[in-house]
């Protein structure tokens, strides 16, 4: 491993490191300073609880939608399509 890319690798990890603590992002490090962890932990229960089943929702919607725009089409093509007599061309 060259130096330049040594460096690289041990300035992600140091970043990686000291961000968590910059950015107080553990929820439980909040609680020793008096903030509200329960209600953040309910929003974020909520979220995650409801994000899948609208991920689902929305492409069981899509593809319904599709079906339906399909079958429209095809009716669409079937009606155009106007059936014409052999009998007639012969004469």
Known sequence: MNRSLATLVLAAVLLALLVPDAAQACAMCMAGQGGGTSRAFAIGSIFLS???????????????????????????????????SRSSSLR
């Not at 991920?55 to 093509?77: C, K």
């Open 50 to 84: 409801i994000t899948p089943l609208a991920s689902i929702g929305a492409l069981v919607w899509y593809i319904r939608r599709r079906a339906r725009a399909l079958a429209a089409e095809e009716e669409a093509n079937a009606v155009r399509e106007i059936p014409i």
